[in-house]
């Protein structure tokens, strides 16, 4: 009689308890309903309009006040953390009236005075710095070594300013006129019609926050690489995806150009494609050069900044990832997925730049990184001591020859040698973007010193 009344006791309790889970739990999956219709809603609106911006709305700061998470890591680019290869570590120095800045980047040309050598004549051998995020691009550009000992046309400021604005205006609202108007000014002259580094306006719609392209030398450059591929009159801002978007704004400045005729006309040299070697033939066919190499008379080129031109080499870019995935990688802010602005190397950040899909351990994709980087570095060692060898044996045969035009074709290889060693040198993954087209370019430029030493036997009759 006990065992029954136990029982009795235990199922009288049993069902009220059952009950009071039921409703528990039917009030947390209503919760949980209702709080991911409420972040689905809040994701269809990513941002809260407290400012109208326009097509004149250069000011990041205003943007910043509808895109706050984008503008607060914007604000980021002013870190200077160094990686191994790249990066920078602040350097103090005594600000001037002429150079008000108190904190630099550590010197190129000290960490390597081969540099020097490779530019003679060149203002890159006067003052090259490691490359410093974009908040100090239009500063550092003012400021530079450069500009004391050459006069540089306002075309250099395509890549280090706001220009979408000045273009317009310039150009009575055409872009491309106002491109060519700021092309054909001084640098000091130009540089007026600026105030800002590059902002929101030039890779974002203001009315509609997609991505564009603003830079007239890229939309035409692109065109003609498009045209190579079979793709017939390819307006970018309008036959674009959007994860080719993704890289198409950053490779408005990250790539090679040259500034063409008196007018100084931004040009990406794309016409037999984007290698390296296909951009050298481009330059040997139109007979450019950016300067004459002041120790051994040859007309030589300095290579710039070529990232997406090595990156569309690499396994990366034939996978369909854009510069976007690995440099401003997704995050999630809330409810919303916003591509953080703090534009820097993934090394800084594996977790969302790389981890995303490589599901290995961060030590591990280091160390592979750490593999590509190394490897490079001690090719274009290698690559440099075989150019200032070249270097130094055409500038001593110039003083033993009968005449200078029996080095030309020695001067030739030093021109090719050269532009395929700085090719490697100017682009910002030490060969990580393109593995084996990086080695096969310092490889190429080794062959060309050789080649260039035995023209010099052969000019000295040896």
């Known amino acids: 009689m006990n065992v029954s009344r136990a029982g009795f006791s235990r199922s009288r309790w049993a069902y ?30 990513p941002f809260f309009r407290v400012v109208e ?26 870190d200077q953390v160094r990686t191994k290869y790249g990066g920078s570590e602040a350097v ?14 550590q010197s190129r040309l000290a960490e390597d005075p081969r540099l020097k050598i490779m530019w ?17 691009m239009l500063t550092d550009q003012i400021f530079t070594e450069r500009q004391r000992v050459s006069q540089q046309p306002g075309t250099c400021l395509n890549c280090h300013a706001s220009v979408y604005v000045p273009f317009r205006k310039a150009g009575g609202g055409d872009l491309t006129k106002g491109f060519d108007a700021l ?10 019609h600026v105030r800002h580094p590059i902002t929101c306006l030039d890779c974002h719609d203001s009315s509609t926050m997609r991505l564009r392209v603003t830079r007239p030398a890229f939309i035409e450059g692109i065109k003609r690489v498009k045209g190579l591929q079979g793709v017939r009159d390819f307006e970018v801002n309008t036959m674009s995806t959007h994860q080719e978007m993704r890289t198409f704004v950053c490779a ?12 100084k006309r931004l040009t990406f040299p794309w016409g037999k494609g984007l290698k390296g070697t296909d951009i050298l033939a481009t330059y040997e066919e139109n007979g450019h050069k950016d300067w004459v190499h002041s120790e051994t008379g040859a007309p030589v ?3 710039q900044h070529p990232e997406f031109e090595m990156f569309s080499q690499g396994a990366h870019a034939r996978s369909g990832v854009s510069c976007a995935d690995c440099h401003m990688p997704y995050q999630r802010v809330g409810a919303m997925k916003v591509s953080d602005h703090h534009v820097r190397s993934p090394l800084l950040n594996v977790n969302r730049a790389c981890q995303t899909c490589h599901k290995q ?24 001591d075989a150019l200032v060898e070249l270097i130094k044996d055409i500038k001593d045969a110039r003083e033993r020859v009968e005449h200078e035009g029996a080095l030309d074709e020695a001067r030739g290889y030093q021109r090719r040698a050269q532009f395929l060693l700085d090719f490697v040198e100017a682009e910002n993954s030490m060969g990580f973007h393109a593995p084996q087209e990086a080695l096969r370019l310092l490889g190429e430029s080794i062959d060309n010193v050789r080649k260039g030493q035995l023209s010099v036997r052969k000019a000295l009759g040896r």
């Open 92 to 105: 103090p120095r005594s600000p001037t009236q002429a150079d008000p800045r108190s904190l630099v980047a």
């Open 120 to 136: 003679a004549g060149y203002p890159f051998s006067v003052d090259f710095r490691e490359e410093r995020g974009h908040a100090y």
């Open 361 to 384: 351990p961060e030590s591990e994709l280091l160390a592979k990184v750490d593999v590509i980087q190394t490897n490079t570095f001690s090719m274009r060692g290698v690559a440099m």
């Open 16 to 45: 009220p308890l059952i009950g009071v889970f039921g409703i528990l739990i039917g009030v947390g999956v209503m919760s949980l309903a209702l709080d991911i219709l409420r972040k689905k809603e809040e994701a269809k609106v």
């Open 252 to 263: 408005q400045c990250h790539v090679e150009y040259y500034f063409k005729g008196p007018e």
């Open 183 to 192: 092309n054909r000014m001084t640098y000091q002259e130009a540089v007026q």
């Open 53 to 78: 911006l326009s097509e004149d709305t250069e000011d990041p700061a205003v943007w910043g006040r509808n895109f706050p998470h984008q503008y607060d890591s914007y604000m980021r680019t002013v």
């Open 301 to 303: 080129l300095k290579a």
